[in-house]
């Protein structure tokens, strides 16, 4: 069981990013609470960028960012406001050789748990994600969802009201993504969860709301079903109701 956090909201402000000439994000404006909110967008579109300014780790070239209130790129409120935010990001890289109990510790370190509180916040976190049982286990010897599951693990470990997940249902097979999304669906029932995404079905299985992403701009902002609704029954070849309106409103996803 995963104990409620407060409500926390995230919210950007005018955010834009560019990289060099290549605009990233252009005049972003929102307010994430409880739940899972859905961030789908083909290849390109911001979405890491955006998670990534969300988390503390990209300054944003316009606009600002508040968690609860405090920014995360002022000096005097960042360790409070990033303090509150877990990372779950696209590629993490997983020391073999290591058990995932001496990983948690490491990233327990990372994230300033207090000395005192680690290696309980090490066994509650693989505990949430049903890994308890692995604490001895290499990490070279985890099955890719053990190991996406190690990823939300230490994204847990000093208890975020946030949770920024970047597509962490790619690459792993039925099962296992069944397994993920079954995590990621409990943890959104206490916390702000937030995934990006460009895989559609997983989008619409999880998330309470749902943004898209195209070219830096948010196009839509709604559920499941709205999307859905933009194509006709039966209209068009191939793709779900929801595959198919995604595509409707970005254009087709012309970009790779």
Not at 68 to 80: I, K, L
Not at 116 to 145: C, I, K, T, Y
Not at 183 to 197: M, Y
Request: hydrophobic share 45%; net charge neutral.
């Amino acid at each position: 069981m995963i104990a409620p956090a407060p409500d926390v909201p995230l919210r950007f402000s005018a955010i834009g990013h560019r990289y060099g000439s290549l605009q990233a994000l252009t005049s972003v404006d929102l307010r994430i609470g409880v739940g899972v909110t859905g961030i789908l967008g083909v290849n390109g579109a911001g979405k890491s960028t955006l998670l990534s300014i969300a988390a503390g780790t990209c300054v944003p070239s316009e606009g600002s960012v508040s968690v609860g209130g405090s920014d995360p790129y002022d000096h005097a409120t960042r360790r409070g406001a990033v303090s509150r935010i877990g990372l779950v990001p696209q590629e993490l890289e997983f020391p073999r050789r290591f058990s995932l109990r001496d990983f948690l510790r490491y990233m327990a370190w990372m994230r300033d748990v207090p000395r005192a509180g680690r290696e309980e916040a090490v066994v509650r976190a693989s505990a949430l994600v049903g890994l308890d049982d692995r604490l001895r286990s290499r990490m070279g010897d985890l099955s890719g969802g053990m190991l996406r599951r190690a990823a939300i693990a230490q994204a847990l470990l000093a208890d975020p009201a946030i949770v920024l997940l970047d597509e962490s249902t790619a690459g792993l097979d039925p099962h296992q993504r069944a397994e993920v999304r079954d995590l990621i669906e409990q943890i959104g029932r206490t916390r702000s969860v937030v995934l990006a995404s460009h895989i559609v079905e997983d989008i619409g299985y999880l998330a309470d709301r749902i943004l898209v992403l195209d070219a830096g701009r948010v196009v839509f902002d709604g559920d499941a079903g709205t999307i859905a609704a933009r194509v006709a029954p039966g209209e068009g070849v191939h793709g779900s109701a929801l595959e198919r309106g995604f595509l409707d409103l970005v254009g087709h996803g012309g970009r790779a």
